[in-house]
């Protein structure tokens, strides 16, 4: 089965969309992610037993560029869209590098930044991209937003879900680059997250 997308796509364009939710907040949660590149698409979803809807939407979008592979010398063009104004804003607004240039503080100092670990790896992984980051609202006609919704509760509806550590035992974030990983490493089948092989857009 296609989905037909919303935007057209260049074909030096690789696409995200990403979405994510926790039931109730905080509760259990989930991230739907699918990405689109050449006219192939690929699914990615997974889950937490605790979590917050903001750290399932940065996920989301986490899992996403974590997929796209780096190439020396050539960052990909990507477009990620996503429906969680809290990701996009701090992300277009310069807010999370600010953050992350003042030790994870805002305010001046006077408060610490939420869902530091989180931050630091989407900031570490679009560097090494080009990546354009896309606000489409939730929860309306956007048929590949609503398949990443249809994902993320999927995901967090399933029984035995791992711990999300930045969550349950929140760490200070080390201050290096993260090691990329690509599609296959979210094959291996150790790995929580499931995949859905692509399929050709027609």
């Known amino acids: 089965m296609s989905h037909p ?4 796509i260049a074909s030096d364009e690789i ?18 992610v699918v990405i689109i590149q050449n006219g192939l698409r690929q699914e990615i979803s997974g889950g937490f037993r605790a979590t917050t809807n903001n ?6 979008a986490i899992v996403g560029l974590r997929a796209i592979p780096s190439r ?22 310069g807010h999370a590098l600010k953050w992350r240039k003042n030790g994870w503080t ?20 679009a560097e090494q991209h080009d990546v354009r980051m896309v606000w489409v609202k939730g929860h309306a006609d956007n048929l590949e937003n609503a398949h990443c919704d249809e994902l993320a509760v999927a995901a ?8 999300d550590e930045g969550f349950e ?34």
């Open 5 to 8: 997308t919303e935007h057209a």
């Open 106 to 125: 805002r305010s001046n100092g006077r408060e610490k930044a939420r869902n530091p670990d989180q931050w630091n790896e989407l900031l570490a992984l």
């Open 15 to 32: 696409v995200i969309y990403a979405d994510g939710a926790a039931s109730p907040n905080p509760g259990k949660g989930g991230y739907g």
């Open 55 to 60: 750290r399932m939407e940065l996920m989301g």
């Open 156 to 163: 967090r509806q399933k029984e035995n879900l791992p711990i």
């Open 169 to 202: 035992n929140p760490m200070p974030p080390a201050h290096h680059i993260i090691p990329q990983q690509t599609l296959f490493d979210w094959l291996n089948p150790e790995s929580l997250i499931s995949s859905h092989n692509s399929m050709s857009l027609t």
């Open 72 to 93: 020396e010398g050539k960052k990909a063009k990507v477009v990620l869209y996503s429906d969680a104004k809290y990701v996009v804003d701090m992300f277009i607004g």
